[in-house]
Structure formats: C-alpha cells, structure tokens
C-alpha cells in the first residue's frame, strides 16, 4: 500500500466570489506539482517520512 495526499471537494472564497470549485488533488509520495498564472507561482513538495 502507498501512501498519498489526497484532498477531495475543496471549495474556497474570497469576499463572497467563489474562486475554487470543488477541486480534487492526489499525488503520491515524492512526487512535485507546480501551478502558476501571471502572478503566482505555487510549488508544493510532498515526501513519505
């Protein structure tokens, strides 16, 4: 069995817009995911300890 992070059904808002949806995000240990648009830059390092 491998471990992983999972997150199921984010939902976030900001002064009443919702800005995610329902987001789902799995990623297994040691993996690396980047997202960005032309202001942010988000990267995110997950390790099995």
Known sequence: MSTKFVIEGLKATIEGKEILKGINLEMN???IH????RTVLVRVRWRLL
């Open 29 to 31: 240990g040691g993996e």
């Open 34 to 37: 980047a997202s960005w648009d």
